[in-house]
């Protein structure tokens, strides 16, 4: 059974870092890819980053490039997200995720997902 545990999230100031941190247990797919999602309230959930089962290649939001780093340890099953630069409209409960094959922007196309971690940037 696949589950994917979040964490790293919290409290930044404007300008401030975070990095998110996603272990994962159980691989169903050979080729796949793990991706981050954000979402706020009322919102449906948005397409952050993601990355190919190599680390070999990576894909950013246009909101978010420049800004956060997707990165792999395979060895240790978890895929990271460092956010740097962080403001007021990057507040979310953030998402880790896992499809088969391909990166795409599109959340149903998923198979899995974990609980989320809210990050929370305040003035």
């Known amino acids: 059974q696949v589950q994917l545990v979040e964490s790293g999230g919290g409290l930044v100031q404007p300008g401030g870092s975070l990095r998110l941190s996603c272990a994962a247990s159980g691989r169903p797919f050979s080729r796949y890819t793990m991706g981050w999602f954000r979402q706020t309230p009322g919102k449906e959930r948005e397409f952050v980053a993601g990355?190919?089962?190599?680390?070999?290649?990576?894909y950013y939001a246009d909101s978010v490039k420049g800004r956060f780093t997707i990165s792999t340890d395979n060895a240790k099953n978890t895929v990271y997200l460092q956010m740097t630069s962080l403001d007021l409209k990057d507040t979310a409960t953030y998402y880790c995720?896992?499809?088969?094959?391909?990166?795409?922007?599109?959340?149903?196309?998923?198979?899995?997902w974990g609980q989320g971690t809210p990050v929370t940037d305040y003035a």
């Open positions: 995720s896992l499809k088969d094959g391909v990166t795409t922007n599109c959340g149903s196309e998923y198979n899995y």
């Open positions: 990355i190919n089962y190599t680390g070999a290649n990576t």
